[in-house]
């Protein structure tokens, strides 16, 4: 006998589907400022030489495959429900994610890989040039790191894209230091080295992305979700004997899921006491535990071992 509990956490107000649907209009904005930035610093990067320039630019692009990856992965996830896809294309913000993440990793070797050779072989870089298409491109990051701000914290899909902003902002800022200490020092070894720092502040923000998208696609239990303190809460409310079949997963960013068999004392086993210990159960996480959806499947002692008959 189960239970379904449906509230929801965390969402802006007016917001609908899931949660990265809020900031669809955001991660637009930093798309067209992204596109914007990308063909300034190829055309910066053709003219000055810069590799730093062109570390940057590769960045910019793969961010604007990721910004436009995610949004497509925003409309499907939101699309409703059929009989064979119960949760829809949810899951779909978290496949983006983790293409996000091979492009960013991608993008990294080739950037470390490339400063490398720069090292043994230096090329002559315009500095003056590089700092101006540097300055352009971290304006337009850090408005595109405000727009993503607040959803970052929401949805691993909106997550990813800053990430990837942030990356290019503290890229840009990198081309601009070493764009001006090649103006006054003329020491070209700093254009290859800032394009090492672009790509060492790549690659561990994109594998924890990785890891946590990970988790979800592996249904592991949310970082903010105590099992064991959700196990003991449940044990504590009145009438419940024992617990088993805890799971607790995510769907998708914002939309935590529970399921548990609750073994429940035979004087519970009525209707009335039935509906209320199913309110206590769903007052108790709803109040302690963000949890999107819980089912509770209520039985008496010795259920489980029927059960496990049956399926044998």
């Known amino acids: 006998m189960g239970a379904g509990h449906d509230h929801a956490h965390g969402l802006p107000p007016g917001a609908a589907g899931t949660v990265s649907a809020a900031y669809r209009g955001r991660l637009r904005i930093a798309l067209a400022l992204t596109v914007t930035v990308l063909v300034a610093e190829l055309v910066g990067a053709a003219l000055s030489g810069s ?3 062109l570390a940057d630019a590769g960045h910019m692009a793969t961010d604007a495959v990721g910004l436009t990856m995610a949004l497509l992965a925003i409309h499907f996830a939101n699309r409703p429900a059929s009989g064979r896809r119960t949760y829809g294309l949810a899951r779909a913000e978290i496949l983006a ?3 996000n993440c091979v492009l960013l990793l991608g993008v990294g070797g080739y950037v470390l890989y490339e400063a490398i050779a720069r090292f043994v072989e230096p090329a002559d870089t315009h500095g003056g040039l590089t700092l101006l298409f540097g300055a352009i491109g971290l304006v337009a990051n850090l408005v595109s790191l405000a727009v993503l701000m607040g959803g970052q914290h ?5 997550r990813g894209a800053f990430l990837e902003v942030l990356a290019d902002a503290l890229g840009s800022l990198a081309v601009i230091v070493s764009a ?10 700093a254009d290859p080295i800032a394009s090492l720092v672009i790509g060492a502040m790549i690659i561990p923000r994109t594998l924890k992305l990785l ?3 990970l988790d979800v696609l592996l249904e592991a239990a949310p970082r903010d979700v105590d099992i064991a303190s959700v196990r003991a809460h449940i044990l504590a409310l009145p009438g419940v004997e024992d617990l088993h079949d805890l799971h607790v997963w995510t769907i998708t960013s914002g939309m935590p899921v529970l399921s548990a068999h609750v073994v429940v004392s035979r004087s519970t086993l009525n209707a009335v006491g039935h509906e209320q210990l199913l ?7 709803g109040e302690h535990f963000d949890v999107e959806h819980c089912t509770f499947q209520l039985e008496p002692r010795g259920h489980a071992e029927h059960e496990a008959r049956l399926c044998h």
Do not use: K, P
Request: with cysteine; charged share 15%.
């Open 97 to 99: 994610a983790l293409a």
């Open 279 to 285: 309110h206590d159960l769903q007052g108790c996480l």
């Open 51 to 53: 590799l730093a320039l």
């Open 211 to 213: 890891r946590e998208a």
């Open 154 to 158: 929401e949805s691993l899909n909106v």
């Open 180 to 189: 001006t200490v090649i103006m006054i020092t003329g020491w070209r070894a």
